[in-house]
């Protein structure tokens, strides 16, 4: 069974930069995509970036585009998300997310879900 664990959230101003994590246990995390979302409250989740088994291919939503960076190890099992000039409307909970085999980071076939980070930004 795939574990996913998320940190490095935290209260952070505009304009500051944050690194999350996420941990994977599973065997096939270097074979999977992986993804992150977000939820602020009141809002459905929504897709942040993804990264594709490889490290060759990354995707971002509009919103994050220049400001975001999503990177992966797979000696580690460990997916980062680079955030930098952080706005308060970045504020949300982050998932990490990984999918199954063979599907890639626009899709909706996940295998796993991480338990989420708070990220707040203040203005």
């Known amino acids: 069974q795939v574990q996913l664990v998320e940190s490095g959230g935290g209260l952070v101003q505009a304009g500051a930069s944050l690194r999350l994590s996420c941990v994977a246990s599973?065997?096939?995390?270097?074979?999977?995509?992986m993804g992150w979302f977000r939820q602020a409250p009141g809002k459905e989740r929504e897709f942040v970036a993804g990264?594709?088994?490889?490290?060759?291919?990354?995707g971002y939503a509009d919103s994050v585009k220049g400001r975001f960076t999503i990177s992966r190890d797979n000696a580690k099992k460990t997916v980062y998300l680079q955030m930098n000039s952080l706005k308060p409307e970045d504020t949300a909970v982050y998932y990490c997310?990984?999918?199954?085999?063979?599907?890639?980071?626009?899709?909706?076939?996940?295998?796993?879900w991480g338990q989420g980070t708070q990220v707040t930004v203040s203005s």
């Open positions: 997310a990984q999918y199954n085999i063979g599907s890639n980071y626009y899709s909706s076939n996940f295998r796993a």
């Open positions: 599973g065997r096939t995390f270097s074979i999977d995509a």
């Open positions: 990264i594709a088994w490889s490290g060759g291919s990354t």
